[in-house]
T-cell receptor
Framework: AQSVTQPDIHITVSEGASLELRCNYS??????LFWYVQSPGQGLQLLLK??????LVQGIKGFEAEFKRSQSSFNLRKPSVHWSDAAEYFC???????????FGKGTRLSVIA | GAVVSQHPSRVICKSGTSVKIECRSL??????MFWYRQFPKKSLMLMAT?????????EQGVEKDKFLINHASLTLSTLTVTSAHPEDSSFYIC??????????????FGPGTRLTVL
């Protein structure tokens, strides 16, 4: 069965510190992987995606993620967190074409001064 | 990039009434759109797949007679919550994938509709 696991429900980091959000997936075919961010009461904004090629992908707002097939992981990283990064982050997996995405349960990021 | 809109963004209704939510792809055609539901502090759960010109495909446990989906054109899908009850209160999000030539095959999400049933 297709599934996405985000082990951390809530993470708190200091502003300026580095960040890594974990994501593990289970998918029968070649996965297409995504990270979305959601601010309270808002929709989802795509941060980055991996389809193929270079396993280190760069996204918006200074985020990057690395696809590791051997570990079935797609962890999201940012070298220096800003207070405006506080939000809910969702990892998702899907296939190419008209197929829906399967989402993890999300990780809530809090940023403290 | 491609944009998906939803209307209304927020709706409050009385129990027993019906509410229609629109999802539009603004600059691309979408033969398929997806409807998700998000409970407070929870992840997105796929409710149904909306197919242009044909019947929607519902996920297990989703009542198709309660959540009516119509995909009348390549840019518009509607979700109607019929005879709404307080337990239908939730955040509903639609998405569509731009599969046109030159696109990046990315799924774009609408901003969501907050439904509150009193």
């Amino acid at each position: 069965a297709q599934s996405v696991t985000q082990p951390d429900i809530h993470i708190t980091v200091s502003e300026g510190a580095s960040l890594e959000l974990r994501c593990n997936y289970s998918y029968g075919a070649t996965p297409y992987l995504f990270w979305y961010v959601q601010s309270p009461g808002q929709g989802l904004q795509l941060l980055l995606k991996y389809f193929s090629g270079d396993t280190l992908v760069q996204g918006i707002k200074g985020f990057e993620a690395e696809f590791k097939r051997s570990q079935s992981s797609f962890n999201l990283r940012k070298p220096s967190v800003h207070w405006s990064d506080a939000a809910e982050y969702f990892c998702a997996v899907g296939a190419r074409g008209n197929t829906p995405l399967v989402f993890g349960k999300g990780t809530r990021l809090s940023v403290i001064a | 990039g491609a944009v998906v809109s939803q209307h209304p963004s927020r709706v409050i209704c009385k129990s027993g009434t019906s509410v229609k939510i629109e999802c539009r792809s603004l600059d691309f055609q979408a033969t398929t759109m997806f409807w998700y539901r998000q409970f407070p502090k929870k992840s997105l759960m796929l409710m149904a797949t909306s197919n242009e010109g044909s019947k929607a495909t519902y996920e297990q446990g989703v009542e198709k007679d309660k959540f009516l989906i119509n995909h009348a054109s390549l840019t518009l899908s509607t979700l109607t919550v019929t005879s709404a009850h307080p337990e239908d209160s939730s955040f509903y999000i639609c998405s569509a994938r731009d599969l046109s030539s030159g696109s990046t095959d990315t799924q774009y999400f609408g901003p969501g509709t907050r439904l509150t049933v009193l």
